[in-house]
């Protein structure tokens, strides 16, 4: 493998390769496109095999050159093309399984999701035992075509003062004011020298201070980026992505020891450390090697793992994330260990990115993705994770999109992508996230005749506070209240002279849009009707409150502190025992007691009717004691009948009862002035009498 395919394969994530300039001998010539095709130079390569493809009479020259020229415009990442020529390739060799899925990628790519599923399935028929593959690449297409209408939060912005027309991506933070990031732009390290895969420079590490506008965060403005060491930490060669500590003491860097030759081995993740203003020589961490690759490294908030990207021998195909924990004691990076098929899959796998809360960000062209490579998060620790879950447009695209970082909150952050629209072939795009704005509203009506009810009260708590939020209905009877994000909420509906309503529930907890909620409630009339406080019973021929009356009676206080313009009658009865006159003075007696226990616990006595009903009405009748012989009448009624004839009733008289407002007193009218005043602390002396007028 070159170091460039790995540089860009590994750290770009994938190789867009548009070759600016390069020339080969006997332009045009079979022998002229396999000798460049061979050097990597797929520009001179495929420009070649299309003039021969347009020339050659000879059969198996044309299949070659439909085949090579559709190749490379695919390794310079060339959708267009790569699609128009894998289409005359499957013209001129209809068995090529190889043609028939770059061509159904290329469609993918160039977002003819309904041709590509198309092809996909053309290709599950020539290839099934690739089925699970395929089927992965169709629900791709399709979630493409429903995903691109959804909402999405997201708002993604190219970062024109970083970008240029050449390849820049794989941003990093470093302290609190600068970005370093990957960039094989003009200028750099090697100065004019040429990469020859790409006809591009080598790759640098390049560093940006920016400062974010107090008053509108998204508003940012970026230094004009320059080298980072070029004495230490960029070589001659390429060198590519990089991760900090926490301290920003220690860099892994990634660097390619490939030469201009295609002569060298591998990328390595190289340690270097800090010293006042000044970077060490990077050297190898122990784990990578030669014999292959290895780059791309994220460190946890601790820095005792790394999650890095590797085609090491043991992991499931292609390019795996791993992870190596650091050694206290023996202060080296110990045996690093595959994340498992819940991450990996048969293709690649890169540009790892671990959060503080074990949430990790990569990129992917083997799960269902969009385009080429995918942003994708999933959460977890050392082989346990959870089912990676794609970002979704606009984080991802129909191109390839990776190495992104976030934020702490992960509302903000960037990435780096290759989509249409961009200043070059990689540039590198900040996201952010809309505020999530939900709100409550609702209307309040009567539940028996459904008429809005103006002036109800909402009493709404959150799970995140202590304190409650009250709101009043409007003249349509509607509210609106704007609520806080991950809070659970209980809310209830109120009013004089109303039963509360029951309470209800709602929650922005797992919201990831804005939402309008909906909650209305109806509220039943406490009514005007007279009813029985059960439970206020009496003694024969007593008129104390017993204890257990009392507790009904407190519960009775309660009603009347809520409803404060609530005035009542207190009326008492009487089994039909005794006289009926004694009986009307002794339910009278057992009214104004209700009434005395109501007064004693605060309830003004002018909201407050005792009256006395005897035994006029009895709430048991089978029993009565009518008739010449009423003592022998009463006695067929049990004692237990007769307790519940001795008891209160409560009778509303008014819901809209005010207290009278005091009478203004006449005020004094001041002494005239030379009116002697009394010495102090003296009694003023008493005035003379006014003689009676003569009659």
């Known amino acids: 493998m070159n170091k460039r395919y ?31 095709y061979q050097k990597k130079e797929f520009f001179v390569a495929g420009d070649n095999y299309r003039k021969v493809y347009s020339s050659t009479k000879n059969k198996d020259e044309k299949i070659e050159a439909t085949n090579k020229a559709a190749e490379c415009y695919w390794l310079m990442n060339d959708m267009k093309n790569a699609e128009s020529w894998y289409r005359k390739a499957i ?31 053309n290709y599950q028929k020539m290839t099934p035992e690739n089925g699970e593959a395929v089927n992965r690449q169709i629900k791709g297409c399709e979630n493409a075509l429903k995903w691109k209408n959804d909402k999405t939060r997201y708002v993604v912005e190219n970062v024109k003062g970083l970008n ?46 920016y400062k974010v506008d107090k008053k509108n965060p998204n508003n940012i403005t970026y230094q004009a980026p320059a080298l980072a060491d070029k004495d230490h930490l960029n ?65 946890t908030k601790d820095g005792q793992i790394m999650y890095f990207s590797s085609d090491m021998p043991g992991g499931l195909g292609g390019k795996d994330i791993w992870f190596a924990t650091f050694s206290k004691r023996s202060k080296t990076w110990g045996d690093p260990v595959n994340l498992g098929p819940i991450v990996n899959t048969e293709d690649d796998e890169m540009f790892p990115t671990i959060l503080e809360d074990g ?3 990569f990129a992917s062209n083997g799960h269902v993705g969009l385009g080429g490579t995918d942003i994708f998060v999933t959460k977890g620790s050392g082989i346990d994770w959870s089912d990676p879950i794609n970002m979704k447009s606009p984080i991802n695209s129909h191109g390839d999109d990776f190495a992104m970082i976030l934020t702490k909150d992960k509302e903000s952050g960037y990435f780096s992508s290759n989509r249409d629209g961009g200043k070059g072939q990689d540039d590198i795009y900040r996201f ?8 409550l509203s609702g209307v309040v009506r009567n539940g028996k005749t459904k008429a809005i009810m103006p002036n109800a009260t909402i009493t709404l708590t959150s799970s995140n506070d202590t304190g409650k939020v009250i709101l009043k209905t409007d003249q349509v009877g509607s509210y609106k209240v704007t609520l806080k994000n991950r809070t659970d909420y209980e809310l209830f509906a109120s009013r004089q002279m109303f039963y509360d309503s029951k309470l209800e529930e709602k929650t922005t907890k797992g919201l990831e849009q804005s939402a309008d909620l909906i909650q209305d409630f109806e509220l039943n009339s406490l009514g005007l009707e007279t009813f029985t406080l059960r439970g206020i019973l009496y003694d024969l021929d007593k008129a104390n409150i017993r204890p257990d009356a009392a507790k009904v009676l407190d519960s009775l206080i309660l009603v009347l502190n809520k409803y404060p313009t609530l005035k009542i009658e207190l009326g008492s009865h009487t089994d039909c025992r005794a ?34 009903y005897g035994e006029n009405m009895l709430e048991v ?45 006449a005020p004094v009218a001041p002494a005239p002035r030379g009116t002697p005043r009394p010495p102090a602390g003296r009694p003023a002396p008493a005035p003379a009498p006014t003689p009676a007028p003569r009659r």
């Open 91 to 121: 013209k001129v060799d209809p068995k090529n399984t190889d043609n028939q899925l770059r061509l159904a990628k290329t469609l993918k790519n160039n977002q003819k999701f309904e041709e590509a599923i198309v092809e996909f399935k």
């Open 359 to 361: 949430s990790l960000y």
């Open 6 to 36: 790995y540089l860009l394969n590994l750290i770009l994530g994938i190789s867009f390769l548009t070759i600016l300039a390069a020339c080969g001998s006997k332009k045009g010539s079979i022998a002229a496109a396999r000798e460049a």
């Open 235 to 299: 070589g001659k060669l390429n060198d590519g992505a990089i991760a900090f500590d926490s301290r920003f003491a220690t860099a892994y860097v990634t660097r390619c020891n490939y030469d201009n030759n295609l002569k060298g081995k591998s990328c390595r993740i190289y340690q270097s450390n800090l010293t006042g203003t000044e970077w060490s020589d990077p050297e190898p961490v122990a784990f990578s090697s030669d014999s292959f690759n290895c780059g791309q490294p994220s460190l």
């Open 432 to 439: 952010s996230m809309t505020p999530l704005v939900f709100t």
């Open 621 to 665: 009748t089978e029993c009565a004691c009518e008739g010449p012989n009423e003592r022998e009448q009463g006695l067929k009624c049990t004692e237990a009948q007769h307790q519940l004839n001795r008891r209160t009733t409560v009778k509303v008289l008014d819901i809209y009862w005010e207290k009278p407002k005091p009478k203004p007193t």
């Open 164 to 209: 240029t027309r050449w390849e820049d991506f794989a941003p990093q933070w470093f302290k609190k004011d600068q970005l370093y990031f990957t960039s094989d732009r003009e200028k750099g390290v090697s100065g004019s020298t040429m990469y020859g895969w790409t006809g591009n420079g080598y790759t640098d590490l390049y560093t940006s201070t």
């Open 579 to 612: 006289d009926s006159l004694y009986n009307i003075n002794l339910s009278q007696r057992r009214a104004d007691s209700a009434v005395a226990y109501l007064v004693r616990n605060g309830i003004d006595t002018m909201r407050l009717v005792s009256k006395g």
